[in-house]
């Protein structure tokens, strides 16, 4: 939540270039699959030696996507899908926009990991379980009311971390550029992530005391603050 500006927009690129990165080449790989694949479809099936298998982009960061889009992309990519949105607010302007239906209903629901099915007449059923899939994006102040606006009594303004710095004034020019060694930290992070072995089935994270005290702190916090909120009403 911030002022317009590079405050907002360039430190979160920043963050999700590691993501976007492996996309780029997965999507290369795929290039490279999918013309030896319709070459190979090309070939009459009498003849072929083997049976073409269609190749299939694995993504992790999607913008721009129908529901249907997503589901499909979670089942290719089961570890977890991020959603970035430059603007939160043309997000919640775009529910409903591709269908008939209750898009701000199934994001509440994604957000406890549950299970989605959709249902087309021009497609089979899509269905994925245990859910994985992250928002995030960028706000002005001015639009948080709009952003909440008739979406508080369903819960779905409570699923949201809002980060509002104290200090957000326009930042000014600086001509310092971020260590090198911050990104390649930074993506070695994201590699050892991608590295952790995943085969379908959940494995809980345990957190130290130290991280334990840290976030109940900081839930005990948000809880109180809740209480001052629903006591105003």
């Not at 990165?21 to 699959?33: A, G, M, N, P, V």
Request: charged content about 30%.
């Amino acid at each position: 939540v911030g002022n317009p500006g590079p405050s907002r927009s360039a430190p979160l690129k920043y963050a999700l270039r590691p993501l976007v990165d492996r996309d780029r080449k997965e999507l290369k790989k795929y290039d490279k699959l999918k013309a030896a694949f319709d070459e190979a479809m090309k070939i009459p099936a009498k003849e072929r030696k083997t049976v073409p298998v269609e190749p299939e982009y694995k993504q992790t960061v999607l913008s721009d996507f129908t529901t249907e889009v997503l589901v499909r992309q979670h089942k290719i990519n089961p570890r977890g899908l991020c959603v970035y949105v430059d603007e939160l607010i043309g997000f919640i302007k775009c529910f409903n926009k591709y269908r008939s239906g209750n898009d701000e209903q199934i994001w509440t629901q994604l957000y406890n990991g549950g299970s989605v099915i959709v249902n087309r007449v021009s497609s089979e059923p899509l269905n994925i379980e245990d859910t994985c899939i992250g928002v995030i994006g960028t706000i002005q102040p001015g639009l948080l009311q709009e952003f909440a606006k008739g979406k508080t009594e369903s819960g779905f303004v409570d699923r949201w971390l809002f980060a509002y710095p104290d200090d957000s004034e326009y930042p000014k020019m600086n001509n310092e550029q971020l260590p090198k060694e911050i990104t390649v930290c930074w993506s070695g992070i994201i590699d050892k992530i991608y590295k952790i072995p995943y085969k379908g089935n959940e494995k809980p994270v345990k957190l130290t005391r130290d991280a334990m005290d840290i976030y109940a702190k900081w839930f005990n916090a948000l809880a109180d603050q809740k209480n001052v909120s629903s006591s105003s009403f």
